[in-house]
């Protein structure tokens, strides 16, 4: 992944809740044991890690996009139905 790709996985993971950042962070583990815990959350290296995590967080990071989407979409359908 180059720079921009990473800058916006990043930005896609800062916008995920705290259960899918817990997911996030059980899959860095697996790969790194190099990170910094803090009180607003947990920092790491991109470079610290290994092109099939970063790939594996991408998909993540997409999944719940995807599903957050979905739910959304059916949110909108039950309201419009229940409104009929």
Do not use: W
């Amino acid at each position: 992944m180059n720079r921009a790709q990473l800058e916006a996985l990043r930005e896609r993971i800062d916008a995920l809740d705290p259960q899918e950042h817990a997911q996030l962070f059980e899959v860095l583990k697996r790969y790194t044991t190099t990170y910094t815990k803090t009180q607003t959350g947990v920092l790491v290296s991109s470079d610290a890690l290994p092109p099939e995590c970063l790939r594996e967080l991408e998909r993540m990071v997409s999944f719940y996009a995807d599903q957050r989407k979905r739910m959304e979409t059916d949110t909108l359908e039950r309201t419009t139905l229940s409104r009929q």
